[in-house]
């Protein structure tokens, strides 16, 4: 059986530029549009250090619309998961520029007390704007997808009561970041961790739902739409041990491809999901969740994602949200594979 769940990363430009209005509340209320339509859901990974500190400092006025859409989203029956740039806690905003504190980039390599104050904080911060003190984020998402090393957030988003991670594509890795996913590439299509995310924990803490992503050659990942909207996020000037740590990226042979309804074309995601169409006929019994990623950020085409959604309709798929698919996840074995 296969559900699919759609994430949204709800979010500006990870350099702190560009408009709330622009780059999120108007994307989400067309992406909201459709899923009404289709009478569907997605999970808002909604990055919670980013907003809060705008709201403080008053440096967006549309913070306010945004946050009523957040609380819209709940209202509706949208999921609101917790996303985080914990980079953003000790900005500065200087001459109409976000100054971000790179040294806080990574979440997992602060210490257990810093990781801990930061999600309750965040998790405050939601509570606050949706009005609901009873409020608990069941899903989560790390900035840049960096949950490594894992033990120390794991043990502090479990014991905040977060039950699922979605922070890893298989096979992804970021030499810069020492991001590695490529052991995770024989688990299932769920599984339970702890202390490293890679490798299936029967007594983890956490349940990890990757954002599904196939293998791809690397030529693959260079379309027309890809392209395009790497051309419409900020140039990132980088250092050349950086910009050498990206060509380390590239030169392996085989790519994660994620599916990403704002990057890939209706074709390129329709060709994804029919491969687990057929391997679903093969084994129906097999629960096969398959999450979906996007950025409101990267939301351009709304045709593709009206074109995916009818699509999955005809094939009877259900779209879900976490929270839908938390329970029959719990009655499965969680380390389940094909
Ligand atoms: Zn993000």
Redo the contacts with the bound molecule.
């Keep these: 059986m296969i559900e699919c769940i759609f994430t949204v ?1 709800y ?1 500006i430009y990870g350099n702190g530029n560009g408009s709330l209005r622009e780059l999120v509340y108007e994307p989400a209320e067309k992406l909201m549009a459709i899923f009404r339509k289709w009478n569907a859901r997605f999970v808002a990974f909604v ?1 919670a250090a980013e907003l809060e500190i705008i709201q403080s400092s008053r440096t967006d006025s549309s913070i306010d619309l945004v946050e009523r859409q957040i609380r819209e989203f709940h209202g509706e029956g949208f999921e609101i998961g917790l ?1 985080l ?1 914990p980079q953003w806690y000790n900005a500065r905003y200087e001459a109409g520029q976000w100054l971000l504190d790179y040294g806080e980039y990574n979440l997992c390599r602060l210490s257990f007390d810093r990781i801990d104050q930061l999600i309750d904080r965040s998790i405050a911060y939601l509570r606050k704007v949706l009005g609901a003190p009873g409020y608990n984020p069941l899903s989560f998402r790390a ?2 997808w960096l949950l490594q090393p894992t033990g120390t957030a794991a043990k502090s988003l479990a014991a905040h009561g977060i039950k699922i991670d979605s922070s890893v594509f298989k096979g992804g890795r970021q030499y810069q970041h020492n991001l590695d996913y490529r052991k995770s590439r024989k688990n299932g299509y769920y599984w339970a961790f702890s202390d490293d995310v890679n490798v299936p924990d029967p007594r983890g803490i956490l349940l990890e739902i990757p954002t599904f992503a196939k293998m791809v050659p690397i030529w693959e990942l260079f379309t027309a739409k890809r392209i395009g909207l790497n051309q419409k996020s900020p140039a990132k000037t980088q250092p050349r041990h950086k910009q050498l740590a990206r060509l380390r990226d590239f030169l392996r042979l085989q790519h994660p491809m994620k599916l990403d309804f704002c990057r890939l074309t209706a074709t390129e995601m329709i060709r994804m999901f029919e491969q687990e169409i057929k391997k679903d006929r093969g084994n129906p019994a097999l629960f096969r969740p398959i999450v979906a990623i996007g950025h409101t950020k990267d939301l351009i085409d709304f045709n593709a994602v009206d074109e995916f959604l009818s699509y999955l309709q005809k094939c009877q798929i259900r779209i879900s949200t976490f929270g839908d698919i938390y329970r029959i996840i719990q009655l499965q074995n969680p380390n389940a594979r094909e």
Aim: charged share 45%; no cysteine; aromatic share 0%.
């Design positions: 990363d979010e990055e996303h740039h900035g840049n």
